[in-house]
């Protein structure tokens, strides 16, 4: 009854306003690619210094829970995750928005968001100290095994691609050895370059695989981005009958993300696709998965943004920040004096009760605030032409990287494995398993030295990794993972043979649409992969023990997967993606936008930020232009585009306070 007496410090007015208003910025923050929670936090953490510990931790939170929601904005609306959490939210939002339903996905995606928030901050609230022990049970080889198990999650969901999964898998995990060894300090595949020293930055390199491919399909037709809904407007009747329908998924998914965000450094991605593949196999109809199921909606952004109030558990009760944001919010308590650690809830109850309370209604004001947002958000994007959508998402790609350090070196590299990305999509190899492996690189790495140091100074190698009761478990799962989408891809096989002799009729027809031969692009791009699985290899020979052990790990698996392909190719048991539908002058345009871009990035830090934008911006506005309206239309345009460019600029200048490239000209 004690606890909930701070609930009356909560509900005060200044304390609901400094909620309500954190909720709608970080939404807002989230929903564009690069301005990420952590970047929100941080730049507002200096005005809670004047406030009252709890109204400021509260303000803080509040951002932090809409940043992470505001994700599947993008994820939905524009193929692009707002932030590394809702990576498996574009599996299916993208394509229920594509057919005319991302108003029923951002509902789904809002009332999913509010109950595993709600639920993490009730975890918080009741059962903080205890879920902490979880934390304190996972040592190097377990985060070892739950980095791999992540990255068998996300090639299990290649469904019928699971090779490439896997092939692209060990690409991410190559980008994020990049720069200094993180256990041992040796600098890694840099090709000499300066830029390359800190790695690959992680939200340059998914705004770039995922956001760079997406304008190019997006200038390549004349169709509108998005199809309209019939039905029209978020369709919050359907969607509550349909999150009610799915009350078990959105628990479960609840309680996952919740378990995993008490893991420091595990985060909402690994808890979003986790969470997506149980959802996968508990359905009846797994084959939607991908395709635009609504359950895939729900399942992500239930467990990431439970995450939130899992990642305040060893946060507050053992100082281990498990994500960026955490550790800003962490400072921030610090500063004002408050002492972390198991105590914390008896002797500052005042602030920490209160402070879970008002992230508590913070993720309650999310649900009106959220449909609110999303309304105009869905209809904005259905109304905007094409001409000055195409722009308006390139300019938030070249902004969205360059915000993360000021570096017009990421912004290069976001470019750049972004036409990499297109190239691999379009034969098969999807951006997902990539984003991963560079997303859960350093875990496996850092676990992966660590539990090899120890298992060689105590003569126990294959005990360190093999031995420990939840490193078994942690393996059984991933065991099942990987193969579960194998044997069902067999199983189905074999029905679709029994139906086929049975009914000879349709034989033909069903033959024809399984058929299986070559992908010879596959097999190509295989090959390169084998030739750079080889230079990795050779290239961490010249390393220290410590350096080398990953590297050389990582090569010969993209080694041994692309022989594998290759070998399934010549055997002909592989099947080419399906090709696209091209427009008129598809390639013209994109090889064009593709141009554009390059040119654009390097231009930027000799020309400026402001002039080259405008420049690019209207040359990009002519190019996705298929209608040619008259002038006074593009007049219009052009008044639009100078203001998006203008005022992104003086955002980023006077706002967040960031070194703008200035150039030859202003």
């Known amino acids: ?105 951002i509902s789904l995606a809002t009332i999913a968001s509010v109950v595993g928030g709600v639920v993490g901050a009730i975890s918080l609230l009741l059962l903080a100290p205890p879920l902490a022990k979880v934390a304190l049970a996972f040592g190097p080889t377990e985060y070892f095994w739950l980095a791999i198990f992540g990255l068998t999650l996300i090639a299990a969901l290649s469904v019928g691609n699971t090779l490439k999964g896997l092939i692209g898998a060990c690409l991410g995990l190559f980008l994020s050895m990049v720069g200094v060894a993180v256990v041992g300090g040796d600098v890694r595949y840099t090709l000499g370059m300066q830029r390359f020293l800190g790695g690959v930055d992680l939200t340059s390199a998914i705004i770039g695989l995922y956001c760079i491919p997406v304008i190019l399909d997006l200038v390549a037709t004349r169709d509108p981005h998005l199809q309209p809904a019939e039905t029209g407007g978020l369709r919050l009747g ?105 105590t914390l809830f008896s002797t500052e109850a005042g602030v920490v009760y209160t402070f879970i309370w008002g992230l508590l209604i913070a993720t309650l004001l999310m649900l009106p605030a959220g449909l609110l947002i999303g309304r105009y958000a869905y209809g904005s994007m259905m109304k905007i032409p094409k001409a000055v959508l195409a722009p308006t998402v390139a300019l938030l790609t070249v902004i969205g990287s360059f915000a993360i350090h000021s570096n017009v070196d990421d912004v290069q590299t976001m470019v750049g494995l972004g036409l990499i990305a297109w190239v691999l999509a379009r034969y098969g190899f999807a951006p997902s398993p990539i984003v991963l492996g560079l997303v859960l690189g350093q875990i496996a790495e850092q676990g992966f030295v660590q539990t090899y140091l120890i298992g060689n100074a105590s003569n126990r190698l294959s005990e360190m990794f093999f031995g420990r009761p939840i490193s078994i478990g942690i393996i059984i799962a991933a065991v099942v993972t990987l193969a579960y989408p194998i044997l069902a891809e067999r199983l189905a096989r074999r029905r679709a043979a029994r139906t086929a002799a049975a009914t000879p009729a349709a034989a033909a027809p069903a033959a024809g649409a399984s058929a299986r ?85 390097l231009l930027l830090p000799v020309v400026g930020f402001f002039v080259t934008s405008l420049a690019a911006f209207f040359v990009i506005m002519a190019v996705a232009d298929y209608d040619r309206p008259g002038w006074r239309t593009w007049f219009v345009w052009i008044l639009a585009g100078t203001a998006i460019v203008a005022g992104f600029w003086w955002l980023m200048s006077n706002v967040l306070l960031l070194r703008m490239p200035a150039g030859l000209l202003f």
């Open 1 to 105: 009854m004690a606890i909930l007496g701070y609930l009356l410090g909560a509900l005060t007015p200044f304390n609901l306003m400094l909620a309500l208003a954190g909720v709608v910025l970080g939404t807002i923050v989230g929903a564009l690619p690069g301005l990420s929670a952590t970047m929100a936090v941080a730049v507002l953490v200096p005005f809670t210094f004047t406030m009252d510990p709890a109204a400021g931790l509260i303000a803080l939170g509040a951002i932090y829970t809409g940043a992470i929601y505001g994700g599947a904005y993008a994820a939905i609306l524009v193929n692009t995750p707002g932030t590394p959490s809702a990576i498996a939210t574009t599996f299916d939002g993208f394509p229920m928005a594509r057919r005319g339903d991302g108003g029923l996905a």
């Open 238 to 342: 359907e969607s509550w009958r349909m999150a009610w329908a799915q009350k078990f998924n959105v628990i479960r998914s609840s309680i996952i993300g919740t378990v995993i965000g008490i893991l420091p450094g595990a985060g909402g991605s690994i808890a979003g696709l986790v969470s997506y593949t149980e959802a996968r196999r508990a359905s009846k109809t797994p084959e939607r998965f991908g395709k635009g199921a609504p359950e895939g909606v729900v399942a992500t952004e239930a467990a990431n943004n439970a995450t939130v109030g899992g990642g305040f558990i060893p946060t507050l009760v053992l100082g281990i920040p498990g994500t960026p944001p955490d550790a800003i919010i962490l400072g921030a308590l610090l500063v004002q004096g408050i002492k972390i650690g198991p």
């Open 517 to 601: 031969g070559r992908d010879v692009p596959g097999m190509i791009l295989s090959a390169c992969f084998v030739l750079l699985g080889l230079l990795i290899v050779f290239g961490a020979r010249g390393l220290s023990a410590l350096g080398s052990v990953f590297p050389t790990t990582i090569g010969l698996a993209l080694i041994v997967f692309s022989l594998a392909f290759i070998g399934l190719g010549l055997a002909g048991r592989t099947a080419a993606p399906a090709p696209r539908a091209e427009g008129e002058g598809g390639a013209r345009h994109r090889i064009a936008l593709a141009a554009i871009m390059v040119i654009w990035v």
